[in-house]
């Protein structure tokens, strides 16, 4: 009996980890959000959100990998347990990103 709570408590720790960034799914941002702008400002926009997506890229990636070793030594997934996780963030980042591109391919903006 016990062993059966043991498992159900390991899986659902393995369940709850924070997922590395390439595995989150990118958010649907409709391109026409951004096709109202400018090339150049659709390319300082690509800039300021490719940073963005790298810094709560770096956020999950740590997180990920404290639950990773949370899971390891307690058996909890400390990172995500406590607030650390960002995959909403990275997944509108993916976004958003997308989103820039796809406007300024329909423009035919040059990318740098």
């Not at 997922?19 to 799914?25: E, G, H, T, W, Y």
């Not at 649907?28 to 490719?50: F, R």
């Not at 404290?66 to 509108?92: C, H, M, N, R, Y």
Request: proline content about 4%; aromatic content about 4%.
């Amino acid at each position: 009996m016990k062993l059966r709570y043991v498992v159900l408590a390991s899986l659902l720790a393995a369940t709850s980890c924070a997922k590395r960034p390439d595995a989150i799914v990118p958010v649907d941002i409709p391109m026409a959000a951004y096709t109202g702008s400018s090339c150049p400002v659709l390319a300082a926009e690509l800039v300021k959100e490719q940073e963005n997506l790298a810094t709560v890229s770096k956020a999950q990636n740590d997180a990920a990998t404290g639950d990773a070793v949370g899971v390891f030594l307690i058996g909890v997934p400390t990172s995500s347990t406590f607030g650390g996780d960002k995959e909403g963030q990275v997944a509108v980042a993916k976004g958003k990103v997308q989103a820039i591109q796809n406007a300024m391919r329909s423009k035919n903006c040059s990318s740098r």
